[in-house]
């Protein structure tokens, strides 16, 4: 009897073929499939999807941004404006007309702007899209429940109820595209097996708006599209390295082989370019609203008088927190006036927000509070409080044995905050330099300090450790002499003029201290290339005869203290 040999496939390797994948990735193809003797998977059939597309969202979003806007004194035109998004120094949107200068995805932003000298360049903000895209998910709710948002921009919906209800899928897409229609929302619908086929159905509907795949057909919809469009770049470079250039060719291979070779991952990703989508359509739940507005029916042009009608608006605010069981530990305080200015700010809190806490934050952005320059200009007609960062109620309840001292400490540097104001009380955050007047600062009682500079680096040239304990808010003049009684000079070659003997504060030269040891120099040497920030001086440390430390800095011929070991 001739003996026959069993040829591997060239993607097979790395271990035996995962009996659980195997099961997974064949359901679809019979009605049974066994996995192993005694184990029988019943198939999952793909779920019929509608997904709503609109393109080019990114920049739809920016184009409609109120904060925009005002920002830069015009409004954008989504399609004839060439826009571009960037994300870590690459386009991460553009905008139709941008395309059409020769702007793409991963572009430089340096070779765009060379391409489109007229190009909008403006950061990438996935907040703002998603905010935009909240009263396009509105819309679809109230025409069919269970939307789910795949991402800004798009939407899924399973398409039997409306189906049922408008009288087929087709006429359930149109509808839901004439109400985004009422919203000037350039919209594409995509109706197949699966969202992942129903996202390609909807990019390629061209001038229809709308593209049907009938049940069955995904396979045969997919297979000649490029391997691309699969969310793994390493697996695609892979796939074209083996010579797989479609979805079609990608789905031809065996799936254990691709199990095989490229992990559970690898196999979702195979089922995918098959057609055998199983993912369900999740309907996402709506947030509950939770801001809360004081609208005055006439303009209020005084502090006191905003901040007094504000007071229900902020219990309001609290109590629908408190009901969901959250606290607000960072809030947005909207202030509308009767000229169309519109001042927007997010405040931090240390703990969670109070009625009266909320109530000071914006009489503090009424006077230009922490040096927002924006006071109250006209008389204003709306206070809106929206939660910016919540968290559970539960992580903010006291302990079986209290609080106390943290709490005493926390209400009376508030207090003591909401006579003085937002700058009244302020803490020192420690950032990165080389100097120690650069390591330092302030920032107001509740505010999430915000790093200038990182402390982690190593900034050379700095102080060694351990600092100095006391830093002079301003450095303190002295005179340094040598023993021939002139002032101790340093020349450009770092060669000291005489060894420091004495030396004297500006304000008392009569109370001259003896040096009895001493240190330096050390030159530091920063922004040399401008000449505005440019800044060169030389460090000495000293101890005088009554064993205090001292840290003395020459620059421009100027001695100063800068601080004292104590």
């Known amino acids: 009897m001739p003996r026959t040999r069993k040829v591997a496939s060239p993607l097979a390797g790395r271990g035996s073929e995962s009996k659980v994948a195997r099961a997974r990735i064949a359901t679809a193809h019979s009605s049974q499939t066994t996995t192993s003797p005694g184990v029988r998977l019943e ?42 998004l960037v994300s870590k120094g690459e386009v991460f949107a553009c905008s139709p007309a941008a395309r059409r200068d020769g702007i793409s995805r991963g572009l430089k932003i340096r070779e765009a702007q060379s391409r489109c000298p007229g190009l909008v360049v403006a950061d990438y903000d996935p907040g703002l899209d998603n905010r935009a895209f909240e009263p396009v998910l509105e819309r679809l709710e109230s025409l069919t429940p269970g939307v789910q948002v795949l991402r800004p921009g798009m939407a899924a919906i399973r398409s039997r109820g409306p189906a049922r209800f408008y009288g087929g899928e087709k006429a359930a897409a149109l509808t839901l595209l004439d109400a985004l229609a009422d919203l000037d929302v350039l919209a594409r619908m995509g109706i197949a097996d699966g969202p992942f086929t129903a996202e390609q159905a909807a990019r390629s509907t061209g001038h229809d708006l709308v593209r049907v795949v009938p049940g069955g057909g995904s396979a045969e919809f997919l297979a000649p599209l490029p391997v691309g469009i699969l969310d793994d770049p390493h697996l695609v470079v892979l796939l074209r390295r083996l010579g ?33 989508d ?37 219990d309001r605010f609290l109590d629908g927190l408190t009901a969901a069981g959250l606290v607000a530990t960072a809030i947005r305080l909207e202030i509308d006036t009767e000229n169309g200015e519109f001042s927007d700010r997010v405040w931090l809190h240390p703990r969670s927000f109070t009625a009266a806490d909320v109530v000071d934050r914006i009489r503090w952005q009424l006077q230009g509070g922490s040096g927002s320059g924006e006071g109250l200009r006209s008389p204003v007609i709306r206070v809106r409080i929206v939660p910016d960062a919540v968290d559970e109620i539960a992580h903010h309840e006291q302990g079986l044995w209290g609080t106390a001292p943290d709490e005493r400490i926390h209400h009376g540097l508030s ?42 680096q190593p900034w050379p040239g700095s102080l060694p450790t ?6 002079f808010e301003v450095p303190r003049p002295v005179h340094v002499y040598a023993p021939t009684g002139d002032e101790v000079t340093v020349d450009e070659r770092g060669q000291v003029s005489g060894p420091p003997t004495r ?39 000293v101890v005088d005869s009554e064993g205090t430390a001292w840290l003395l800095v020459l620059e421009d011929g100027r001695w100063v203290a800068e601080a004292r070991y104590d």
Do not use: K, N, Y
């Open 43 to 84: 198939p999952q059939s793909p779920t019929r999807t509608i997904v709503v597309w609109c393109p080019d969202w990114p920049t739809v979003a920016l184009a409609r941004s109120e904060e925009f806007a005002r920002e830069h004194g015009r409004r954008l035109d989504e399609h004839d404006d060439p826009i571009a």
């Open 244 to 276: 797989i250039r479609t979805l079609g060719e990608f789905a031809a291979l065996a799936p254990g082989d691709v199990e095989g070779r490229f992990g559970e991952h690898g196999a979702l990703l195979h089922a995918l370019a098959g057609g055998l």
């Open 278 to 314: 199983s993912r369900r359509v999740l309907s996402r739940t709506p947030p509950r609203e939770l801001d809360s507005v004081a609208q005055f029916d006439q303009g209020l042009d005084r502090i006191d008088q905003i901040a007094f009608g504000s007071r229900t608006a902020a």
């Open 415 to 456: 207090r003591v905050q909401s006579m003085l104001g937002h700058d009244g009380v302020v803490t020192i955050e420690l950032t990165g330099g080389r100097t120690l007047a650069d390591r330092s600062r302030l920032v107001p009682w509740g505010d999430r300090p915000v790093p200038t500079r990182d402390a982690t």
């Open 466 to 471: 351990p600092p100095p304990t006391t830093v």
């Open 503 to 541: 030396f004297a504060p500006a304000a008392a030269p009569e109370h001259v201290l003896d040096v009895v040891s001493w240190a330096g120099p050390w030159r530091v040497t920063e922004r040399w290339w401008d000449a505005d920030a440019a800044r060169a001086a030389d460090r000495f440390q």
